[in-house]
């Protein structure tokens, strides 16, 4: 009796968790609970918290739910590549548009012209509609205040990116690594347009000794800068006034020759949902969402009617590379990056 | 009646079982399709220009050369770690040895990163403890790269080097040491004559282990291992370079040290050890090796240990239930609330779901091969059997890098769904329980199921019927022990995940690796309490069958 009375439960355990899985896999695929318009799947290249804060407004807005996956952008550009003929995803949100450009080139983006895109200037969106930006943001040296004076009193901070190069930043800077950050590629390829590719190796071979890492993600080296685990970091300025304003001592230079990204958003050529992906699209390219990022990332949006947020710098007072061409980026970005790849 | 060998013979026998028959033919096919098609892919996707790449370039040199002298001194370490520890455990007189084997299993709770996590946390140049070695004694504590490394392998691997020893330990007779103590030894001699003779190849045994395990580790490196690059790591940048030949290369230069070490395990497994000889350990003699001194040092040395890995769990608890550690201390459930019991976020229910049925799979497929495999031999058996046991040699980066890579182009295309993850978890899983239940069903005779035969009953029936229940124990210890594994492991499975299938432990790390700590130690707690209650109502189910918390 007693035997037979556990295998029954033995059973019951099974039959539910069997019933249990599959409902779960149903409800993944979206067989079940389809009264949301099924789901729309982001790579996001924005950091996981801000993407969430826009899309959970987009979800409140229209009813569909989504799947996220942060990626750095070079991660990002290679899986939608690889992707191409089985695409996983529905929509790119963020990264410097260089990355969306290399995509567009590949055939993997689908064009579309929002209504919304109308406000903002051509040179910060695809005239063919494969992407649109949705911020600015700088490169810039973030240093942290307190472990500065600590080590260096009352020096003057660097103003440029040569002077990163004193042998005294001996493992005292970081700066991830441009193969797979959209970040650093930024960075470097602005060097090459501004000095030329030669220089530009010879410069960052010369800064590798001071450089404590090369992160693959573009925003670890200012968290890492922050929490003290060394003086400089270098990343977009937003990703540092967000960190300073959490209240670490970050101060922030755009130095010349900063290149500076336009973050873009596309969608992805034959994704699961490109119909929620063109909605997603007009939502982004309303105001509400660029606020949400603006306050919280501390970009600059492109939409003129936006406001810098507070404890924001409006990148026109900086003495960024204004001359910096995101196509050009786009076009040497394997070249240049096979080329870094060889340093050490 | 004799039994007839020969091919024609056992084929014969086949022909007239078709349930052996398909099992053994669903077997294989499964077998070709997640273990051969994709090795076969990995090996032919690198041209020439590849090759020259990599021996071309420092870079790769460096990496190589950084990998082996790193797992080397860590396996070291963790090796020396887990003796002692195993020692103090099994042969001194110390207090609290509940307590530290309680301890010793904990880290097998814990995501493999989450060692690198909270190392980061309480020692990373911003860690709790290197500021208040700074405010108090003005040491600046660096710890990344290499020592950073060493530390965190050794904590992270240090439990299967214990386990390995306490076996080794507890096989060895106390006769030995009562005839020895008769004869004169004592104290160190005693230790160094008899103990730590018997003890050696096991103690290589779990050396080589370890080693491999650090070989293939790539949370720990990507986390902790600054500018000290490592080849697992480098492949994770090739293929997110989108340099899958590159990554190939490397893939299979990772393999080599692994194969090296599994055939050097076999020999030494199959030759015997000398603990074994001695026979089984005699029951009511206690053996007395260690004086009231050697006591009081092993306990400190335990502590210490205890203290390091508790505190591991401690401030990733601290972490996940505050606002910002350090910065805002306030209790929040917000973090919890976030990323682990949110529809939008489902990591560590993929995870649970995932690791469930792809334990179960595992467990299942373990058991039918090794029925098939040592019930009913058919040519080709050996063939079969190497295929099943090989994905124990190979590190998970690389199981995971074939899979992506084979079935992200060619002719099957699986890439982006569950199944490609549940594959890979079963690849690495599998072949510990088909070890462990050939060995039980070596051991079991075979006349009960020759009898159900006779009675009518086919393959799966017997199987069902006869052999399931009599293998429960083994069976469900199996299914814990791999269920235990992929809730946790990260390198197998951290190219293969997508935005529907994102793991916790890849959550873990790619939280940990933007600096989001807070969160990281959120999924880390999630997932350690999923794996606590799914073991929970385990227990509940079989009771005393399976020792779980057993220590």
């Not at chain 1, 602005?190 to 090369?214: C, D, F, H, I």
């Not at chain 2, 009960?448 to 124990?473: C, F, R």
């Amino acid at each position: 009796m007693a035997r037979r009375k556990k295998n029954s439960t033995v059973m019951i355990v099974s039959v539910i968790a069997v019933v249990l899985i599959a409902g779960f896999f149903l409800y993944k695929s979206g067989w079940i609970g389809g009264k949301s318009q099924g789901k729309i799947t982001v790579y996001s290249i924005f950091q996981e918290e801000e993407a969430r804060k826009i899309l959970d407004q987009f979800k409140a807005e229209t009813g569909i739910d989504y799947d996220i996956l942060r990626l750095p952008s070079g991660e990002a550009v290679s899986r939608v590549q690889n992707e191409m003929n089985k695409p996983q995803a529905d929509f790119l949100m963020g990264g410097p548009a260089d990355s969306h450009e290399v995509l567009k080139k590949a055939g993997a983006l689908e064009a579309y012209i929002s209504p919304n895109a109308k406000d903002i200037p051509d040179n910060m969106k695809d005239k063919d509609g494969f992407w649109t930006g949705f911020y600015l943001n700088p490169v810039a040296i973030g240093i942290n205040e307190q472990r500065w004076k600590e080590k260096y009193g009352s020096d003057p901070y660097p103003q440029s990116f040569k002077d990163l190069l004193d042998p005294k930043f001996k493992g005292e800077i970081g700066m991830s690594d441009p193969a797979t950050s959209g970040t650093a590629y930024t960075a470097v390829a602005s060097l090459a347009q501004v000095w030329g590719k030669n220089e530009m190796l010879t410069y960052m071979k010369q800064l590798l000794p001071n450089l404590k890492e090369r992160p693959k993600s573009g925003i670890e080296p200012i968290q890492k800068a922050a929490k003290g685990e060394y003086t400089i970091g270098i990343t977009f300025l937003g990703d540092q006034l967000k960190i300073k304003n959490q209240g670490n001592p970050i101060v922030s230079i755009v130095p010349e020759a900063a290149g500076y990204e336009v973050g873009g958003l596309s969608i992805v050529k034959g994704g699961p949902n490109t119909e929620a992906a063109r909605k997603l699209m007009d939502f982004m390219l309303t105001e509400k969402p660029a606020l949400i990022y603006t306050q919280s990332a501390y970009a600059v949006s492109v939409k003129p009617s936006v406001p810098v947020p507070p404890g924001g710098i409006d990148i026109k007072t900086t003495k960024y590379n204004q001359s910096y061409s995101l196509w050009t980026a786009a076009e040497q970005r394997k070249e240049l990056q096979d080329a870094l790849k060889d340093l050490k | 009646m004799k039994e007839k060998n020969g091919i024609g013979e056992s084929v014969g026998r086949l022909m007239r079982d078709p349930s052996s028959l398909l099992l053994i033919l669903i077997s294989s096919a499964l077998l070709i399709l997640f273990v051969l098609y994709p090795l076969a892919y990995v090996v032919y996707i690198p041209d020439a220009e590849d090759w020259r790449t990599f021996f071309g370039k420092s870079r790769y040199a460096t990496a190589l050369m950084n990998t082996v002298v790193s797992s080397t001194l860590s396996a070291l370490l963790a090796t020396v770690v887990g003796f002692v520890y195993a020692y103090a455990v099994n042969y001194s007189n110390m207090a609290g040895k509940r307590f530290f084997r309680f301890v010793a299993f904990l880290p097998l709770l814990a995501p493999s990163v989450m060692s690198g996590l909270a190392f980061l946390l309480l020692f990373g140049r911003g860690g709790v403890v290197s500021q208040w070695l700074k405010s108090w004694l003005d040491v600046e504590l660096d710890l990344y790269g290499l020592p950073g490394l060493l530390i965190v392998q050794t904590i992270s691997y240090f439990p299967l080097a214990y386990m390995t020893m306490t076996g080794v330990l507890r096989s060895i007779s106390p006769n030995l040491e009562i005839a020895a103590q008769n004869l004169g030894a004592r104290g160190f001699r005693l230790f160094r004559t008899i103990t730590l003779k018997l003890s050696l190849p096991g103690i290589l045994n779990a050396f080589l282990l370890v080693a491999i395990n650090c070989f293939a580790d790539f949370g720990n490196p990507k986390l902790i291992g600054g500018n000290y690059s490592l080849l697992a790591v480098e492949i994770y940048g090739e293929i997110l370079n989108n340099e899958p030949g590159l990554a190939s290369v490397m893939g299979m230069i990772l393999v080599v040290p692994a194969l090296v070490v599994f055939w050097v395990q076999n020999k030494l497994l199959s030759k015997g050890s000398y603990s074994t000889i001695t026979g089984k350990p005699v029951s009511g003699l206690v053996r007395v090796t260690t004086s009231r001194k050697t006591d009081l040092a092993l306990l400190a040395f335990n502590s210490l240990v205890a203290l390091f890995i508790l505190a591991m769990f401690a401030i990733t608890v601290l972490f996940a239930f505050t606002r910002n550690f350090g910065r805002d201390n306030t209790f929040t459930l917000d973090h919890l609330m976030k990323v682990v019991f949110n529809p939008s976020s489902p990591a560590v229910l993929n995870s649970l779901v995932l690791s469930l049925i792809s334990s179960v799979l595992a467990v299942a497929f373990a058991l039918v091969l090794a029925y098939v495999i040592v019930r009913k031999p058919f040519p080709g058996h050996r063939a079969l059997d190497f295929t099943a046991v090989l994905p124990i040699a190979l590190p998970g980066t690389f199981v995971g890098l074939a899979l992506i890579i084979a079935f992200s182009s060619g002719p099957i295309m699986l890439q982006g769904s569950a199944l490609l993850i549940i594959a890979a978890m079963l690849l690495k899983q599998m072949p510990v329980g088909y070890r462990g239940l050939t060995a039980s069903f070596k051991q079991i005779d075979k006349s009960i199921e020759e009898a159900a035969t006779n009675l009518g009953a086919d393959s799966g029936k017997t199987l069902a019927t006869i052999v399931l229940p009599m293998l429960q124990k083994t069976v469900v210890a199996n299914f814990v022990y791999a269920f235990m594994k992929n809730m946790n492991t990260l390198s197998t499975i951290v190219f293969l995940i997508t935005p529907k299938w994102v793991v916790a432990a890849v959550s873990i790390f790619n939280y940990a690796e933007t600096g989001t700590y807070y969160w990281a130690a959120a999924v880390a707690v999630g997932l350690m309490l999923a794996t606590l209650s799914t073991l929970g109502v385990i227990k509940l189910i079989f009771r005393s069958k399976v020792k779980i918390f057993d220590f």
